[in-house]
């Protein structure tokens, strides 16, 4: 099978069973593509057209063995195939060529065809002619045009010199005479039509010349005729005028004539128009099939002298066995350590570079300018974690003692900043940084101190604290007066309004001063009144409440980055001034002091 197929250049296929296990007999062997390739290195040197091989093994002469076989084999493998391609290429290119002289061939003869059909012989000296004569015959017809004119106007000239009663007892006179010239000059027409029409033939102007002699005898006989008359003055005057319409009837009938033959060789040349296209058609088509001939041509020439020119790769320097080479497995074990350990340091640095995210109150506090009032841990060892539970439960994990203490700590800074305001908004720059928590927290360590805590669900756009408890009270109702607080309550409970979560604005509820009116009696009521209202990224909603706020809380939870967005909300709390007290930091994940600006 091994020889079959080497014989054949042919590949041995893993599909067929029996020679995948001669392909696994290879490769256990060493003798596979991938055994091979590791030991076996092929390059050019530098520019040149020379190639150099080196293959390593257990053995020197092993070694230049490969070598030697592999080049051979590669150049008795590369003359096989270049060979057969170029006679591909041969063949083809010789198809073709007969293709395109037969092509050629039936052009040639299509044009040939044409101008014996269409009485061709040469098309550009016969539009030369043509051009030539119509110039002449133009030029002829404009000096007759003018001749026509000027006899015209002789003739109007000398009509004008005679008395009518004169000119009619001359006509009278001069009948018989007057018969006699008008044949000849009809005689005259005729044989100049002729003429026009044999292109001046010299028999015919010869005979034109001898009427034109005897119709001026007979002018001279009218003008003898009369001499004694009384009108005899005048007789040269008639001689001249009798000329003149002689002169001008033979222009007349000469310029129709000449117009005549103008018109029939136009229309010879409106002929040879299409016929012209036609054989230009003709002649490209052939100019390109004659192109595409000679270039099939030439490529056909040079694929038979690449044929049978010899192939140019050839050994020039046989392998021989090299030198055995020390190992060099410890210092390429200590070079990838090193190069693993630079690019693990180097793929932190670059996390740590591109790492925008915010961890620290620090961070937060140097990248906004404001005030960090505290940070709330993570608390990942309870499961439905209770806030009420930090107050009463005894059995309580670090994690939870840690956010008691700081939760202390945050309550202690809002103090000193609330001052004598009552109404605290707690949002956050985007929905899910624990608004809700940190609220309902704040609330449970004011009650803790002694106050009268209320907590308004003002999110209406997602209702957590109505979704997590059983609504009683909703806000909208006590804002449009629907009913008044019953406020027998125990001052260690938190009162909590809710909402519908009917996506509204608290102004969309009542106006402005009814809520700030229903507010006030609030105030009266309660020490402290916190609302969780929506993210600053619905502002529409979250600016009503702040504006009836006294100061506003924001949360901002950790591993977060702040886009351009956020800074634009960032913006807007500064203009708030001090109505914004600072930020709380939610889920940080280290514990860590609390940190002002």
């Not at 299509?110 to 009485?119: E, Q, S």
Request: glycine share 2%; aromatic share 8%.
């Amino acid at each position: 099978v091994y020889t079959e197929a080497y014989n054949n250049r042919r590949a041995l296929s893993s599909s067929i069973e029996d020679e995948k296990g001669l392909l696994k007999v290879i490769a256990s062997q060493k003798y596979d593509y991938a055994s091979l390739t590791k030991k076996l290195r092929v390059y050019r040197v530098e520019n040149s057209d020379f190639i150099n091989v080196e293959f390593e093994s257990e053995s020197p002469a092993l070694s230049a063995e490969v070598v030697n076989l592999l080049c051979n084999e590669f150049i008795t493998y590369y003359a096989a195939n270049t060979k057969d391609n170029e006679l591909a290429s041969v063949a083809y290119l010789n198809k073709l060529l007969e293709a395109k002289k037969d092509t050629l061939n039936r052009l040639i003869l299509a044009l040939k065809n044409y101008k014996i059909d269409n009485h061709v012989l040469n098309l550009s000296d016969q539009a030369k002619t043509l051009y030539s004569q119509i110039a002449d015959f133009e030029t002829r017809i404009e000096l007759v045009k003018k001749d026509i004119m000027a006899n015209e106007g002789a003739i109007r000239s000398i009509e004008s010199k005679f008395d009518p009663k004169d000119r009619q007892y001359l006509q009278s006179k001069v009948v018989k005479l007057n018969l006699d010239i008008v044949q000849t000059k009809r005689m005259l027409e005729l044989l100049t039509e002729q003429s026009v029409k044999n292109h001046f033939e010299r028999g015919t102007m010869a005979r034109i010349d001898s009427y034109k002699k005897v119709l001026t005898n007979q002018i001279n006989e009218l003008t003898d005729k009369y001499s004694g008359s009384t009108l005899a003055s005048k007789e040269n005057l008639i001689a001249q005028k009798l000329n003149i319409e002689i002169n001008n009837e033979l222009a007349k009938n000469s310029l129709s004539s000449l117009q005549s033959q103008l018109a029939r060789l136009n229309q010879k040349l409106d002929k040879l128009v299409p016929n012209e296209a036609v054989i230009q058609a003709y002649e490209g088509d052939i100019n390109t099939a004659n192109q595409e001939y000679v270039e099939l041509l030439k490529k056909y020439n040079q694929s038979s002298l690449e044929y049978n020119a010899s192939v140019k790769v050839r050994v020039l320097e046989k392998a021989g066995p090299g030198e055995l080479l020390p190992s060099k497995k410890v210092i390429l074990v200590a070079v990838s350590a090193v190069c693993s350990l630079i690019l693990c340091v180097l793929i932190l640095f670059i996390l740590f570079y591109l790492d925008n995210n915010l961890k620290t109150p620090q961070e937060l506090a140097n990248k906004t300018n404001f005030m960090v009032l505290g940070y709330l841990p993570v608390i990942k060892t309870v499961n439905n974690f209770d806030v009420s539970s930090l107050w009463t439960d005894s059995k309580k994990t670090p994690e939870m003692y840690e956010f008691k203490n700081q939760l202390r700590a945050i309550r202690y800074e809002i103090d000193n900043q609330m001052k004598e305001g009552q109404v605290l908004v707690c949002t956050s720059l985007t929905s899910k940084e624990g608004k809700t928590i940190t609220s309902v927290s704040l609330a449970h360590a004011y009650t803790m101190i002694g106050k009268k805590v209320m907590h308004i669900d003002g999110n209406f756009s997602n209702p957590a604290k109505t979704d997590e408890h059983a609504a009683t009270y909703y806000i909208e109702d006590y804002f449009t007066g629907r009913f008044n607080l019953p406020w027998s309550r125990d001052i260690s409970d938190i009162f909590y309004f809710s909402n519908k979560g009917l996506d509204l604005s608290l102004f969309e509820i009542a106006d402005e001063p009814t809520i700030i009116e229903r507010l006030q009696q609030l105030r009266k009521e309660f020490d402290m009144i916190i609302i969780e209202a929506t993210p600053l990224e619905q502002q529409s909603q979250s600016k009503e409440w702040i504006r009836i706020a006294d100061k506003v809380l924001m949360v901002f939870d950790s591993n977060k980055p702040i886009g351009h967005a956020e800074n634009q909300m960032i913006e807007y709390l500064k203009s708030l001034n001090a109505k914004f007290i600072g930020w709380v930091m939610n889920r940080v994940t280290e514990a860590l002091p609390t940190l002002k600006k």
